[in-house]
């Protein structure tokens, strides 16, 4: 009686296998013909074709390993500077030390993570292969080697609006003062193009490449924080300056809160949604970044946080911000939101950006009174 029954079954399944062998010829069959067709070949042929293959091989074993391992990725990195220890806010005399000022936190961990996305690491958005992508597909359209290259952009979107704020408010005495040379050069570097080579077709010609400009930020940021260290310079710790700051940083949080909401909403493909993990992974950056500038911008702010007793709701935000960071899957699902089986990690992450955001604004609202 359950003849049939296991018979259907075993149709079903010889199906399934027949499927599979064929999916699996159809990947490997042009591997086949090119070996077919190279073994017909003469030794002038064949070694080209071999020293071609070779260099291919190791360009992109080097892009693998680039955009795979990633050096000084630590959320808790800015815990080694030891920011609480300060007592003294950024661009005030030092005490200990007369004759000194001191420096910014915000600049050190600006500079620093700059620093570790193009010197410590690959700026992978600039990298010839990545520009080329995967046979003619844009690297971002892929599931494969792009996450890297999300969260550096994700963390460069921070530093660019640090920039603009160094420049125009923190490093200077109000409106009427003249912007700091230093930080002026430095928010024009850190705004280039984040995708340009050595070489481009728009205008055609030779060109300088995206890191140099960034390196160039970095050793800007750097002099300017050492004049500050021998009071040439000025940081205008303020509170309304403080105000402008997490504004800003709360309209940029609620920008991609808004990318991964109608990501989310437009595209439930789950674990096959290829735009999902560039989404993530830039939020990731952008949230990455912020958590350590805020430990910085509570150092370099002591004074203001200190008077308006705004450490308990400056520790709330940092706990969100730890939470969000923790949030590290190794792949990225777009799910329904009421799905079961395939999570919704932009969702999730998006849950957090709007935690932290309004924190941000709640403290920007105690400021204001």
């Not at 690491?121 to 992508?133: D, E, H, M, V």
């Not at 996450?147 to 005495?173: M, P, T």
């Not at 800007?220 to 403080?242: G, I, P, Q, Y």
């Amino acid at each position: 009686m359950l003849d049939p029954i296991i018979a259907f079954f075993q149709r079903v399944f010889a199906a399934i296998g027949r499927g599979v062998g064929m999916v699996v010829a159809a990947i490997f069959w042009p591997f086949l013909a090119a070996h077919s067709w190279y073994q017909r070949r003469n030794w002038l042929i064949k070694i080209p074709v071999l020293l071609f293959v070779l260099v291919l091989l190791a360009f992109y074993g080097q892009f693998i390993w680039r955009t795979q391992v990633w050096y000084g990725f630590d959320p808790e990195f800015a815990q080694a500077y030891k920011f609480s220890a300060r007592q003294v806010a950024a661009g005030q005399e030092n005490a200990a030390k007369p004759g000194t000022c001191q420096n910014s936190a915000i600049v050190t961990v600006v500079a620093d993570l700059t620093d570790t996305n193009v010197n410590q690491n690959i700026w992978i958005s600039s990298s010839l292969i990545y520009k080329l992508g995967l046979f003619g597909v844009d690297w971002d359209h892929t599931p494969f080697f792009d996450n890297k290259a999300s969260f550096q952009r994700g963390a460069n979107q921070v530093a660019r609006r640090l920039a603009i704020e160094l420049a125009d408010n923190l490093g200077r005495v109000r409106g009427t003062s003249s912007i700091n040379n230093d930080l002026q050069d430095a928010r024009g570097n850190i705004q280039f193009d984040e995708g340009t080579w050595y070489f481009g077709t728009d205008p055609l010609g030779f060109k300088t490449p995206t890191p140099n400009y960034y390196r160039s930020a970095v050793e800007s940021w750097r002099k300017f924080n050492s004049s500050l260290e021998t009071c040439a310079a000025v940081f205008d710790a303020r509170a309304d300056n403080l105000v402008q700051l997490l504004d800003r940083m709360a309209s940029d949080l609620g920008n991609t809160s808004d990318i991964l909401r109608r990501r989310s909403e437009e595209y439930n493909a789950g674990w096959f949604d290829t735009r999902a993990d560039d989404r993530f992974w830039f939020a990731y950056g952008q949230l990455y970044a912020q958590y350590a500038l805020l430990q910085a911008t509570r150092a370099d702010f002591v004074d203001v946080i200190r008077e308006r007793n705004l450490t308990a709701i400056w520790t709330q935000m940092e706990q969100q911000l730890q939470g969000a960071l923790r949030i590290q899957p190794a792949i990225i699902s777009n799910g329904s939101e009421d799905g079961w089986i395939m999570p919704t990690h932009l969702a999730t992450m998006g849950f957090y950006i709007l935690r932290v955001r309004s924190n941000m604004v709640e403290l920007r609202s105690v400021l204001d009174r």
